[in-house]
């Protein structure tokens, strides 16, 4: 079983509505990642955040929103998607962000997100 | 920008034969590549890391191999058994692009008892 949890593991959603994604890991890790995962498609990383401070945003329409309020757990907060937003949201962890062995990655098992 | 291939797509093999997948990414300038195996509506599982100062790593019947120069991995399943049937992912973190790291799309492997 992963140290790294999602919830929910799966969600439906008007393009109006507004939810959450949650993601927590029990490994002591100080590096997290939020990636979507699209049919066909190879992971896409989104957010990357160290020590609670956001690090990287691929250029990631503002409709989704992070959020690290400490290491152990990162949030993705959604607001008036799009169906093409349908997608596996997966979050992973690693130790250290800097390259090398300690920044080998583990992941949750991912939210199965619907866009109606 | 680093792109990452997998060759084939799908793969499917009899019980007991061994087998090698193919991940190969146009930028040397990487500084690990990861091997993950992705079960039907879950998470990536994490096989093997291996630094581009390494050209091999084992775990049980996975080896998998490094070579930069040619911009090329591969993963060796010995003995292959049904539960070895996923979709298996490489991934490279790529030292001139902070902190990015790049995906394959995969491929599925089926393991036929």
């Known amino acids: 079983e992963t140290g790294v949890t999602q919830t929910p593991r799966h969600l439906v959603m008007g393009m109006t509505n507004k939810k959450s994604l949650k993601c927590e890991q029990h490994?002591?890790?100080?590096?997290m990642y939020w990636y979507k995962q699209s049919a066909k498609k190879p992971l896409e990383l989104m957010f990357v955040?160290?020590?609670?401070?956001?690090?990287e945003n691929n250029s990631v329409p503002s409709r989704f929103s992070p959020e690290c309020p400490n290491s152990s757990h990162l949030f993705l907060h959604l607001h008036t998607l799009q169906p093409e937003d349908s997608a596996l949201y997966l979050c992973?962890?690693?130790?250290?962000?800097?390259?090398?062995?300690?920044?080998?990655?583990?992941f949750g098992p991912g939210t199965r997100l619907t866009v109606l | 920008k680093q792109e990452v291939t997998q060759i084939p797509a799908a793969l499917s093999v009899p019980e007991g034969e061994n087998l090698v997948l193919n991940c190969s990414f146009t930028?040397?300038?990487?500084?690990?590549l990861q091997w993950f195996r992705q079960d039907p509506g879950k998470g990536l599982t994490s096989l093997l890391l291996?630094?581009?100062?390494?050209r091999e790593q084992t775990s049980g019947r996975l080896n998998a191999s490094l070579d930069k120069s040619s911009g090329r991995s591969t993963l060796y399943i010995a003995a292959s058994q049904p539960g070895d049937s996923a979709t298996y992912l490489c991934?490279?973190?790529?030292?001139?692009?902070?902190?990015?790291?790049?995906f394959g799309t995969g491929t599925s492997l089926t393991v036929i008892p």
């Open positions: 992973a962890s690693s130790l250290r962000l800097e390259p090398g062995l300690l920044n080998e990655q583990f």
């Open positions: 490994l002591g890790h100080n590096a």
């Open positions: 955040y160290s020590l609670e401070e956001r690090v």
């Open positions: 930028d040397s300038a990487i500084y690990n």
């Open positions: 291996i630094q581009s100062s390494q």
């Open positions: 991934a490279v973190g790529t030292t001139n692009t902070g902190n990015q790291f790049y």
